[in-house]
């Protein structure tokens, strides 16, 4: 079983940048994939980025895409993720999760952090 662990999250102002961190432990495959998702009260989980094992493939949300970056440091095992000009619909419930497969459907991954708070003022 693979844990997760999230930080970074807290209380922003519109236009700032944030970076999210997330420690993976647990013995993870050699080959995994690692995601961010977000979940607003009330709303459904929503995909914002992940990244293949190599840390080669990124994919971003369109909600993010052209302002926000996903990178891994497999001798750390760690995940980050920056979101530039944050805006008051980015405020949610940040989760970083692995899985095997390289998908934006969260049903597919294995094991999720606990998740950090974001709260974007307008």
Request: hydrophobic residues 35%; glycine residues 12%.
């Amino acid at each position: 079983q693979v844990q997760l662990v999230e930080s970074g999250g807290g209380m922003v102002q519109a236009g700032d940048s944030l970076r999210l961190s997330c420690v993976v432990s647990g013995n993870p495959s050699s080959r995994y994939v690692l995601g961010w998702f977000r979940q607003a009260p009330g709303k459904e989980r929503e995909f914002v980025a992940m990244v293949d094992w190599s840390g080669n493939i990124p994919s971003y949300g369109d909600s993010v895409l052209g302002r926000s970056t996903i990178f891994r440091d497999n001798g750390e095992n760690t995940v980050a993720l920056q979101i530039n000009n944050l805006k008051h619909e980015d405020t949610a419930v940040y989760y970083c999760a692995a899985g095997t497969a390289f998908s934006r459907n969260p049903n597919l991954y294995n094991s999720w952090g606990q998740g950090t708070q974001v709260t974007v003022g307008s």
